[in-house]
Nanobody, 119 residues
Framework: VQLQAFGGGLVQAGGSLRLSCAAS????????MGWFRQAPGKEREFVAA????????YYSDSVKGRFTISRDNTKNTVYLLMNGLKSEDTAVYYC?????????????WGQGTQVTVSS
């Protein structure tokens, strides 16, 4: 699976952005998808995740109520809608695909997209 994240940019505090992560291959729907972020000088942290069919979603406390993760398996794409952006949301955002089978665990990362929130 190859992942390509895009949709980042510069936005003012309080604004919104929608990130997209497009996946190659025909097995996208079998993966749990997630978004992570890494701010300068900090470790990469979990932001949100969604199960294979979108029935369950998970969020970090810092983004809960402001960000929404969703997926479209017909387009092999996962989205992160970010509302009410704050300066502390500034980071490089990465998407991740995870699948666990009897053969083991598969993990893939996208290349990251920069989100900058100006105050």
């Amino acid at each position: 699976v190859q992942l390509q994240a895009f949709g980042g940019g510069l936005v003012q505090a309080g604004g919104s952005l929608r990130l997209s992560c497009a996946a190659s291959g025909s097995t996208f729907s079998s993966y749990v998808m997630g978004w992570f972020r890494q701010a300068p000088g900090k470790e990469r942290e979990f932001v949100a995740a969604i199960d294979w069919n979108g029935s369950s979603t998970y969020y970090s406390d810092s983004v809960k109520g402001r960000f929404t993760i969703s997926r479209d398996n017909t387009k092999n794409t996962v989205y992160l809608l970010m509302n009410g952006l704050k300066s502390e949301d500034t980071a490089v955002y990465y998407c991740k695909a995870v699948r666990i089978t009897v053969r083991g665990r598969n993990e893939y990362w996208g290349q990251g997209t920069q989100v900058t929130v100006s105050s």
